[in-house]
């Protein structure tokens, strides 16, 4: 079956402006992953969605930073103001509720000039 | 606090096995991972053990659990050109869906 799909891929932008980063998680997977990986480094947690519960936004580096998920399905993750350290290839993953797998997606490179 | 290290480079040749260490800080994570992520491509889960373990084995992929001393590591037997990659560590802090990872550890492989 499909994967985890993200779009747009690449997105460049300028300092200042918004972005809207969507994830299409795997059908049935009731979690959902924001992961943010800057070049050269590991990944760092943004936010966690688990059904219907309210989500894990521990990670979100700052209030310019924001997600939602309609359901069990899609994802989006928004960023104002943008900045040119909010560059960095933006991950998302699902899972089933159960922490042995998660799925990636291929991410958006997001580029802020 | 929640921190995963990894040395960043490690270099092998082909045929010879390889290992890639890990630490970690968080003593109530319930399960450690592997993730493998090609150039270019997403993060591929490779394997993954529950805390409870010291060993687990999966063809050529061994992982070893110190759990003492937060040590994790992953040897991979015979180590091929198509094994060059970036590994990642992580683990599940509280026993929950959140992953904390390492920074990588670069594999090259060389004939």
């Known amino acids: 079956g499909a994967g985890v799909s993200q779009t747009p891929s690449n997105k460049v932008t300028e300092k200042g402006k918004y972005v809207e980063l969507r994830c299409d998680p795997i059908s049935g997977h009731t979690a959902l992953y924001w992961y943010r990986q800057r070049l050269g480094q590991g990944l760092e947690f943004l936010i966690y969605f688990q059904g219907n519960s309210a989500p894990d936004k521990s990670g979100l580096p700052s209030d310019r930073f924001s997600a939602e998920r309609t359901g069990e399905s899609v994802s989006t993750l928004t960023i104002q103001r943008t900045q040119q350290e909010d560059s960095a290839v933006y991950l998302c993953a699902s899972s089933l509720d159960h922490p042995t797998a998660q799925y990636f997606g291929p991410g958006t490179r997001l580029t802020v000039l | 606090g929640e921190d995963v290290e990894q040395s960043l480079f490690l270099s092998v040749r082909e045929g010879d096995s390889s290992v890639i260490n890990c630490t970690y800080t968080?003593?109530?994570?319930?399960?450690l991972y592997w993730y493998k992520q090609e150039p270019g491509a997403g993060l591929q889960l490779l394997t993954y053990i529950f805390s409870n373990m010291d060993m687990k084995q999966d063809q050529r992929l061994t992982v070893l659990l110190n759990k003492k001393d937060k040590h994790l590591s992953l040897r991979i037997a015979d180590t091929q050109t198509g094994d060059s990659a970036i590994y990642f560590c992580?683990?599940?802090?509280?026993?929950?869906?959140?992953?904390?990872f390492g920074a990588g550890t670069r594999l090259a492989v060389h004939p």
């Open positions: 992580a683990e599940n802090p509280g026993g929950y869906n959140k992953l904390i």
């Open positions: 968080d003593s109530s994570s319930t399960y």
